[in-house]
């Protein structure tokens, strides 16, 4: 019901946007219409993983029935968005201003979760557990969601502290303590980890010509010492507040002694079982099962969700063309001769963060999460950017 009525809420406003903008709405071109007719094949490729799926034994419930809404969902958003973006210079202002205000509303909904101020609040957001359990959470549902999306704004504003000014690195360290808060295993440790190389190697691209000749910024310098300070400061003060994060410290221990983190063994396991149920058949292994809530109600890997439910035509048209056709976009983008000065740091904050999706993937299938979703087609969306006219 929750889905329902805030997709269908969300489809009539966005639909109401394109009729008051009909006079001036263009059929979108290049990158965009590869993105967007990779997800028009989900209207075909649902209806048929469910058909496929009764034909298998596979019980469609109205849960099931809700999911056919997603491909309209999906690709009237996309389209909105591609339109914004390549009709207005102002869009990357616009966007900017809106990831202060995020970082800004996570920030007091943190706040509200530790303090505990009003769990009335917060339930309308997230599980009790998760506040019982002080891993922040709202307002997504639950604290891998909140990690996702916070990895963005600490990306964002890294390359902000590289590129535009020093005062960004405040609001990055911000990002990374509520990163740390959520106690996300599977979002935490890649983030931390591949941020300083993708983040080193996107730089060093859109930065090539300073760089070839030893011009290296002081700025860059700095930056780099404090976000080793800052690992350093932030290992101790997991240590210091074990208690606190212990289910965080004790999966990185166990990780070190284990060589695995048990997390994303059970994601593994997930994905074997999805492959196995697929290689079945040949018609669920091109097509899947269908949304089959009754069978596998909770898939927490991306990958091994689009093999389950829609076979190796969901992964393909679903996940792999439009990521790889947005991450050409933005390679594209960030390192040809001609920069949109006012555009390219979001790019690259948007190529680091595509370059670190496939890994938080295996955690969670974020681009299919309600909230989640969305965001997901702005970077779809932004990535795909052509100049305005």
């Known amino acids: 019901m929750e889905v329902a009525i805030v997709n269908g809420t969300i489809i009539i406003l966005v639909c109401s946007y394109l009729i008051a903008n009909l006079y001036r709405v ?3 071109g290049g990158a965009a219409a590869l993105v967007f007719f990779s997800l028009a094949a989900y209207l075909v490729i649902i209806p048929t993983s469910m058909s496929v799926g009764v034909l298998h034994g596979v019980d469609v419930s109205f849960r099931d029935i809700v999911e056919l809404h997603k491909p309209i969902l999906y690709l009237i958003t996309f389209f ?30 943190a706040i509200l979760h530790f303090s505990r101020i009003s769990d009335l609040v917060l339930n309308l957001y997230t599980k009790s557990h998760n506040i ?6 709202a307002p997504f549902v639950n604290p891998y969601d909140y990690a996702y999306f916070t990895a963005f704004l600490a990306t964002y504003f890294l390359v902000l502290s590289f590129n535009r000014s020093f005062k960004y690195i ?6 990374v303590i509520l990163i740390s808060l959520t106690q996300s295993r599977s979002v935490f440790f890649p983030f931390i980890f591949f941020v300083l190389t993708a983040s080193g190697f996107a730089l060093f691209l859109s ?13 860059y310098l700095f930056i780099g010492f404090v976000m080793l300070a800052l690992l350093m400061s932030l290992a101790l003060y997991l240590y210091i507040f074990f208690e606190e994060y212990e289910y965080l410290v004790s999966g990185l221990l166990h990780m070190i002694n284990s060589g695995e983190l048990g997390s994303a063994t059970t994601r593994i396991v997930q994905f074997e079982t999805a492959v196995q149920l697929g290689t079945s ?3 669920l292994f091109i097509f899947g099962h269908g949304p089959a809530k009754n069978i596998m109600e909770h898939v927490e890997s991306a990958y091994a969700f689009y093999i389950f439910r829609y076979g190796v035509s969901g992964l393909l048209f679903g996940f792999i063309i439009p990521y790889l056709v947005c991450l050409y976009s933005l390679l594209i983008k960030i390192t040809r001769k001609r920069k949109e000065k006012e555009s390219i740091d979001l ?16 955690g969670n299938n974020f681009n299919e999460q309600m909230r989640l979703s969305i965001f997901y087609i702005l970077i779809l969306a932004i990535g795909t950017r052509r100049l305005p006219s």
């Open 26 to 28: 263009e059929i979108i």
């Open 80 to 109: 909105s968005l591609s339109f914004f973006l390549s009709n207005s210079y102002s869009a990357p202002y616009a966007l900017h201003r809106f990831f202060l205000l995020a970082v800004i509303i996570l920030s007091v909904f």
């Open 132 to 137: 019982r359990s002080y891993r922040v959470s």
């Open 170 to 175: 405040a609001l990055f360290v911000l990002a």
């Open 207 to 219: 930065n090539y010509s300073q760089l070839s000749r030893f011009n290296i910024r002081i700025r």
């Open 281 to 283: 058949n040949i018609l």
């Open 347 to 362: 790019y690259l904050a948007c190529f680091i963060f595509m370059l670190l999706v496939p890994v938080f993937s295996i």
